[in-house]
T-cell receptor, first 111, second 114 residues
Framework: KNQVEQSPQSLIILEGKNCTLQ??????????LRWYKQDTGRGPVSLTI?????NTKSNGRYTATLDADTKQSSLHITASQLSDSASYIC??????????FGTGTRLLVSP | DAEITQSPRHKITETGRQVTLACHQT?????MFWYRQDLGHGLRLIHY???????NKGEVSDGYSVSRSNTEDLPLTLESAASSQTSVYFC?????????????FGPGTRLTVL
């Protein structure tokens, strides 16, 4: 069964600190992996996308990594801001727009 | 600006009633999707459409139906609402069938079935 597991489930950090969110997947076939940010009461918004051959992708203070051999990905947030408080969802595309979603990590950035 | 909208944003209904959730996108995207989001689960695909008159069942389609009569709209109908269908529903759209194409999500509809 295709699965995407994320850890931790929730995380509290102080404003200005860095954090790393983890994603492990057992999905086949694999086309690409995205990280989405979902603000409370809103729909998910794509942050990064990585295909099989890409190891790292950055979007401002967000840096995603992908290890296709171990089927692991991480999302690193640098110098966190209050606006980073959200759920972060790891999503694997199996092809033809078929997505497998993780349950997300809920991040709270505290002042 | 192009966008994807959902209505209503909140809905309370009773068991057994028929409910229709609207989804409208102005990107002229070919592909549209409906998902539900529940605690402890990732988003799960209900139905999807790759174009006008095309509809397909997703992972959790029982009790739901969709129709695609134009490019802009994909309404989701709950034929006879059940308490198990209490959830947050998201509509999404994408332009092409390429796996690298981004799905853009609407703001969601919170549905409560009493």
């Amino acid at each position: 069964k295709n699965q995407v597991e994320q850890s931790p489930q929730s995380l509290i950090i102080l404003e200005g600190k860095n954090c790393t969110l983890q994603c492990n997947y057992t999905v086949s076939p694999f086309s690409n992996l995205r990280w989405y940010k979902q603000d409370t009461g809103r729909g998910p918004v794509s942050l990064t996308i990585m295909t099989f051959s890409e190891n790292t992708k950055s979007n401002g203070r967000y840096t995603a990594t992908l290890d296709a051999d171990t089927k692991q990905s991480s999302l690193h947030i640098t110098a966190s801001q209050l606006s980073d408080s959200a759920s972060y969802i790891c999503v694997v595309n199996t092809g033809f727009q078929k997505l497998v979603f993780g349950t997300g990590t809920r991040l709270l950035v505290s002042p | 600006d192009a966008e994807i909208t959902q209505s209503p944003r909140h809905k309370i209904t009773e068991t057994g009633r028929q409910v229709t959730l609207a989804c409208h996108q102005t990107w002229n995207h070919n592909n549209m999707f409906w998902y539900r989001q529940d605690l402890g689960h990732g988003l799960r695909l209900i139905h999807y459409s790759y174009g006008v008159q095309d509809t397909n069942k997703g992972e959790v389609s029982d009790g739901y139906s969709v129709s695609r009569s134009n490019t802009e709209d994909l309404p989701l109908t709950l034929e006879s609402a059940a308490s198990s269908q209490t959830s947050v529903y998201f509509c999404a759209s994408s332009d092409t069938g390429l796996s690298t194409d981004t799905q853009y999500f609407g703001p969601g509809t919170r549905l409560t079935v009493l």
